[in-house]
C-alpha cells in the first residue's frame, strides 16, 4: 500500500512537481509575488493611460485657438504656466459654484433663472478675464477650462436654457456639437 506522500512523489518523479506543488524553490517563492505583479501591473498601466489623457487635454486646448497670434506661433509647452489670479477674483467664482449647487438642489424654483444666468454671467466673466488660470478652490486645483465644464454639466442637469452661453464661453474643441448647431 502507498500513502498519500508516495503517490506526490511518483507524480513528482513523472512529470515535474506534484500537482499544486512548485516546481522549485525559486517558484515557491515567486507565487505571492505574482498577484502583487499583477496589481503593480495595473496601476502602472492606469496612471499611464490618465497621463496620455491628461496629454491629450492639454494638447488640445493649447491647439484651441483660444490665444492670440498663428497656430505656428502658439504651440503648446509643457513648460507654459498658467496664470493664477489673486484669491479675491477667485472668491466670485467660488461662490457662483456653491450658488449654482444649492439652486439646483432646492425645491423652490420661482429665483432660480435669475440667480443662475447672475452666477453663469460671473464665470464666464471670470474664464475671459483668465482663460488660462490655475487656482485653489475648496479641496482642489481648478482650471479655467474645467470650471466651464463643471458648470456647462451643472446647467444641463438644471437649466437647460443656459447650456448655450456656458459653451460658447468653451474653447472651440470642447464646445456641444449639438449646442452649437442649434
Partial sequence: MTTRRDEEEVEEDRGGAAPGRPDSAAEAAASPLSGRAGLLLSVVAGTVVLALAT??????????????????????SATASFVTPPSAQVRPVHDALHDIDAVCRAK?????????TRDVDTIIEFS????DARFPIDDETGTTLSLLL???????????ALVTRVDGALPPDFRDPATTAS
Avoid: F, I, N
Avoid at 59 to 75: F, I
Avoid at 128 to 131: C, G, I, L
Fill in 55 to 76: 496629454s491629450a487635454v492639454v494638447a488640445l486646448r493649447g491647439g484651441s485657438g483660444g490665444g492670440t497670434g498663428s497656430a505656428a506661433t502658439t504651440e503648446p
Fill in 150 to 160: 463643471v458648470t456647462r454639466q451643472s446647467m444641463r442637469m438644471c437649466a437647460p
Fill in 128 to 131: 475671459r478675464r483668465y482663460h
Fill in 108 to 116: 423652490d424654483k420661482s429665483a432660480r433663472k435669475t440667480s443662475l
